[in-house]
């Protein structure tokens, strides 16, 4: 299983459902942000299958990531792709 956690700092809502089925999203955490009005930081942990993936997609907010187990490939627009293993980070 491939699991990593990752910090959103969201502008408007928590997070956009997962658009794959057997991809799993847990709240961990959530937290509003002092002296950014509307503004919060979350927690969560995405579990992939051995496999999964995600289409290119979009965050409007800073992402943080650990990979907890397994690896996980991660890419930004315009940027290289980037393999991780556990105990490794991306932003």
């Known amino acids: 299983m491939r699991k990593f956690i990752v910090a959103i700092i969201m502008a408007t809502s928590l997070w956009g459902p997962s658009v794959h089925a057997a991809t799993s999203v847990t709240p961990l955490?959530?937290?509003?942000?002092?002296?950014i009005p509307d503004k919060e930081?979350?927690?969560?942990?995405?579990?992939?299958?051995?496999g999964g993936a995600d289409?290119?997609?979009?965050?409007?907010a800073s992402v943080f990531v650990y990979v907890l187990k397994g690896s996980i490939i991660m890419q930004v627009e315009g940027g290289?792709?980037?393999?991780l293993?556990?105990?490794?980070?991306?932003f």
Do not use: C, S, W
């Not at 293993?85 to 991306?90: A, I, M, P, R, S």
């Open 29 to 35: 955490i959530t937290h509003d942000l002092q002296g």
């Open 41 to 50: 930081g979350a927690m969560v942990m995405v579990d992939y299958p051995p």
């Open 55 to 60: 289409p290119v997609h979009r965050h409007n």
């Open 80 to 83: 290289a792709r980037v393999a």
């Open 85 to 90: 293993k556990e105990g490794q980070t991306f």
